[in-house]
């Protein structure tokens, strides 16, 4: 529990209000990690979209293009063009 000893308590009261106040800050830190990933989520869709967007219309800008085959993407890759005699 983030590293801490757990204290000795000199009545029920006192280790309650502890306790209690433990499960409020770990309540407190899962809302905040909940609502930073809700909205990592929100922004990466936007993103994605905004890209895709961009993605179709550079392929159809210049008159839509098809994508090279595998085995020009393998040559590509290896260094064929570069290193071929």
């Not at 990690?33 to 936007?46: I, K, W, Y």
């Amino acid at each position: 529990m983030d590293g801490e000893d757990i204290p000795d308590f000199s009545s029920l009261k006192e280790e309650t209000a502890y306790w209690k106040e433990l499960s409020l800050k770990y309540k407190q830190s899962f809302q905040e990690a909940r609502d930073e990933l809700v909205e990592f989520q929100e922004g990466s869709r936007e993103l994605e979209a905004e890209l895709e967007a961009q993605l179709v219309q550079a392929a159809c800008s210049g008159g839509c293009w098809a994508l090279p085959s595998p085995r020009t993407l393998r040559d590509i890759n290896t260094g064929y063009f570069f290193f071929s005699p």
